[in-house]
């Protein structure tokens, strides 16, 4: 089955950039999307088909996707930015979603 | 706005069954898919099954097949999942989540959970 791997954490101060990445077999060819989970919340979708936002995400937040490696880039991280976040895709050969397991972004 | 809302959750013991329900509301429920994910304690997100736009289609990950049944009923705009011979394992957050309706290929809503405990 297809596998998607993620950092477990990443660590970033207010005001710099994170950058999470989700690697997976020529992930380039599949659409990603991101999610963010905050601390007893549902996810709630940041960036799907790789790089759109959906309306109410700020610009911030950008996603691209290349070779083996999707990327979602947060800028000036804000206090608010901390929860888990979780890459997926739509494998087509099952037939089935398949999530990362996750990084928590921690605002130092 | 949409909303999603997940219902039937609880305690049920190792074999036993459990219904969960979803009532959807804020957008024309028949002309999307929907689906179940799961999120076990401490751990990520898992896609259950998800069910087509009229109902005719569905699909399961291994894990769950042939224990769990997604359904809808579009007259009521709910969908619902039927779990039986429930593991230890299934404990977990269920939520519901609508499908994106150009590619089908990821959720764009998701309900703010159920939670089920096998004990």
């Known amino acids: 089955s297809y596998v998607l791997t993620q950092s477990p954490s990443v660590s970033v101060a207010p005001g710099k950039t994170a950058r999470l990445t989700c690697g997976g077999n020529?992930?380039?060819?599949?659409?990603v999307t991101w999610y963010q989970q905050k601390a007893g919340q549902a996810p709630v979708v940041v960036v799907y088909?790789?790089?759109e936002r959906p309306s109410g995400i700020p610009a911030r937040f950008s996603g691209s996707n290349a070779g083996s490696t999707a990327t979602l880039t947060i800028r000036r991280v804000e206090a608010g930015d901390e929860a888990d976040y979780f890459c997926q895709v739509w494998d087509r050969r099952t037939d089935s979603y398949v999530f990362g397991s996750g990084t928590t972004v921690t605002v130092l | 706005e949409v909303r999603l809302v997940e219902s039937g959750g609880g305690l049920v013991q190792p074999g036993g069954s459990l219904r969960l329900s979803c009532a959807a509301s804020g957008f024309s429920f028949s002309e999307y898919w929907m689906a179940w994910v799961r999120q076990a304690p401490g751990k990520g997100l898992e896609w259950l099954a998800n069910v087509k736009r009229d109902g005719s289609e569905d699909k399961y990950v291994d894990s769950v097949k042939g224990r769990f049944v997604i359904s809808r009923d579009n007259g009521n705009n709910s969908v619902s999942l039927q779990m039986n011979s429930l593991r230890d394992e299934d404990t977990a957050v269920y939520y519901c989540?609508?499908?994106?309706?150009?590619?089908?290929?990821?959720?764009?809503?998701w309900g703010q959970g159920v939670l089920v405990a096998v004990s």
């Open positions: 020529n992930i380039v060819h599949r659409g």
């Open positions: 088909f790789d790089d």
């Open positions: 989540a609508r499908a994106d309706s150009v590619a089908v290929e990821y959720f764009d809503f």
